[in-house]
């Protein structure tokens, strides 16, 4: 072999989906942006998993005799208005808000990628149709179709849920058609097209392995989109209601006692929905960076 001859290294392109991934996850694995929010995120998901049986209080007890007490060694980050504990509610609070937010998460990018898929792959008058829909939904603010749905179907956790994952379903739908139409006249769409497989087959075997990287970004952006959709609206009463500690609802239930300087009430729960937002964009800009070597 001459010497000459050019050597495989690890960070070579590669040039299939599957290695293509595993070439994107070590550069995502190397990078301090990921790893940084990552360890915020599962900070989190170990809150919610374990957070009830951790807290030294019961965050659903009310204790009169102990009503808006400042930060202390007993009461960590104060006490509230019915007399709960703060650090008790904040931690525990994790769960509603991780339940909610990554499940209509998910089911904003299945929609959204078989949507995105179809538009992409058939083009023409479906997508037109499907694209001038889309472009409709994404006119309106998402907290203004969330809060029509809500009216509408009512208040539950399930119908927030849905109504979440609906809406943000169209954002990532437009990102896959845009990854869809760069791919569907590549030499394998054609080579498949030959072979007459099943059109079905071709969109979600042949070209979604190669449209995964957008597809992955965009959802989790949209999973921190989400956490401030729950939020605002148990903030404003149309999401997770009492007596959950949810982080919107306990800063819609205390944010009127800022005036009187009970800042503790809020500020620990509105630091908690930050560093959950952060930590999730800090994951995509890593798995972005991945992307872009």
Known sequence: MSSSAAITTTDEKPHSAWDEFKHNLRLVCRSWTFMIGMA???????????????????????????????????????????????????????????????????????????????????????????????????ALPTVIVALLALTALGTSTITVLFVIGFTFAPIIART??????????????AAAEL???????????????NVIGPILVESTVRLGYSI?????????????????????LSISQNYGLIGGGYWWTVLFDSFAIASLVIGVNLIADGIQGALDD
């Open 176 to 189: 896959v058609r845009a990854s869809v139409i760069a791919e569907r006249d590549l030499d394998y769409v």
């Open 228 to 248: 401030f959709a729950v939020a605002t609206l148990s903030f404003i009463g149309f999401g997770i209601q009492p007596p959950s500690p949810d982080w919107g």
């Open 40 to 138: 915020i995120v599962l900070f989190w998901v170990f809150c919610a998993i374990f957070g009830l049986s951790l807290v030294p209080y019961d965050p659903f007890a009310d204790d009169m005799l102990n009503t808006l007490l400042p930060p202390s060694a007993d009461h960590w980050f104060g006490t509230d208005q019915l007399g709960r504990d703060v650090f008790s509610r904040v931690i525990s609070g994790a769960r509603d808000i991780l339940t909610i937010a990554p499940l209509a998460t998910i089911l904003s990018t299945v929609l959204g990628t078989a949507l995105g898929l179809t538009m992409g792959y058939f083009g023409g008058l479906i997508d037109e149709v499907l694209s001038r829909l889309v472009d409709a939904v994404l």
């Open 195 to 209: 072979r007459r497989e099943n059109r079905l087959y071709i969109m979600f075997v042949e070209i979604l392995p």
